[in-house]
């Protein structure tokens, strides 16, 4: 079958550094996608891996592993503004659907 | 400005009384999708278009229709609305989809649907 699984919540503070955990199962790979979700908005995107490693985007970073079934959103520098909902995704149903996880909601503290 | 509309925005109603929720996007993507998001159970997709005429079923697709009549155009139907239809929706639009290019979605601002 097809899954994934993330932390529901997780706090951090300004200026530090988090790491936001996603393991999924799939049939079929086909990427997997970064969201971030503030409140009473619409999803934004962020990232999209499909090869293995880490990718870099200014203080967001993401990183996949296709033989472990794991990918984690790193942020750096934490900002107030970072406090969100993020969301890991998959292309699935031959890579016409998008699959999500229930999402992380991350809380930063000043 | 590139975006994607949904309208109306907010609505209630009440059981039974046929509803259509309009999206719209500017950016001439083929792939259009619908879907509802609910406390706990994150984003489920209801239903999904991959160019005019051409549409699927996703995850969630009971009690809704759609149609794909224009490329920029995908409105989600609730012909006999019930109360378990109460959610927020959220429209998204894409160039392409899979592993291709360009397969990020843009997401619609959301409606937030009540039905009594």
């Known amino acids: 079958g097809q899954n994934i699984d993330q932390p529901t919540e997780m706090t951090a503070t300004e200026g530090a550094i988090v790491q936001i955990n996603c393991t999924y199962q799939t049939s079929g790979f086909n990427g997997l996608f970064w969201y971030q979700q503030h409140a009473g908005e619409a999803p934004t995107f962020l990232s999209y891996n499909v090869l293995d490693g880490l990718e870099e985007k200014g203080r967001f970073s993401s990183f996949l592993s296709r033989s472990k079934g794991y990918s984690y959103l790193l942020l750096k520098e934490l900002q107030m503004k970072d406090s969100a909902s993020y969301l890991c995704?998959?292309?699935?149903?031959?890579?016409?659907?998008?699959?999500f996880g229930s999402g992380t909601q991350l809380t930063v503290l000043p | 400005e590139a975006q994607v509309t949904q309208n109306p925005r907010y609505l209630i109603t009440v059981t039974g009384k046929k509803l259509t929720v309009t999206c719209s996007q500017n950016m001439n993507h083929e792939y259009m999708s619908w879907y509802r998001q609910d406390p706990g159970l994150g984003l489920r997709q209801i239903y999904y278009s991959m160019n005019v005429e051409v549409t699927d079923k996703g995850d969630v697709p009971e009690g809704y229709k759609v149609s794909r009549k224009e490329k920029r155009n995908f409105p989600l139907i609730l012909e006999s609305p019930s109360p378990n239809q109460t959610s927020l929706y959220f429209c998204a639009s894409s160039f392409g989809f899979g592993v291709a290019g360009d397969n990020e979605q843009f997401f619609g601002p959301g409606t937030r649907l009540t039905v009594l």
């Open positions: 995704a998959f292309p699935s149903g031959s890579a016409r659907q998008l699959t």
